[in-house]
């Protein structure tokens, strides 16, 4: 069966999407597995210190030039390729509906990260540094089980 011209055109456009989706997300993740390492850096460190000073630099720049908008980019491509695809749609598999759940989830995190953020800017954190080294576990958890979904589409 030949592919029409229009088919490899849209074929390419899904692909170009994808690749963006992906990168965005990888940038997303990035982010999502360091600020918390961070944060478990700053909880140790002398509030008003060089070190905590010097971290709330970090803290802010890495949530705000990449992954907040790593994570609109994330969004914006993901549900581009869903209007693209159709999934979603009754019928295309509950995969993606688990998958939209676990973004949902990871965004909740990012808010609760960038909320950490302000308390640590105004010397206010009353957490441990194990907090945060637990916390930092709970993206790569969020990250296997949403590629697991979308690499398989189990259900």
Known sequence: MAIH??????MEYYLLIK???????????????YLPRLFAYHAGAQKGGELSETLKVMERRLLRIIMNPAMIAT??????????????APGTGGWIHAKIVLVLAMSALHGFLAASRKTFHRDANTRS???????????????????????????
């Open 19 to 33: 690749a963006l989706h992906i990168i965005s997300f990888t940038s997303w993740m990035a982010g999502l597995f």
């Open 129 to 155: 540094p194990r907090f945060y080294k637990i916390l930092n576990e709970v993206p790569t958890l969020l990250f296997i089980i949403i590629v697991l979904l979308a690499v398989t589409k189990p259900f």
């Open 5 to 10: 011209e229009s088919q490899l055109e849209a």
């Open 75 to 88: 969004w914006i491509f993901g549900v581009w390729l869903v209007i693209l695809t159709g999934y979603g």
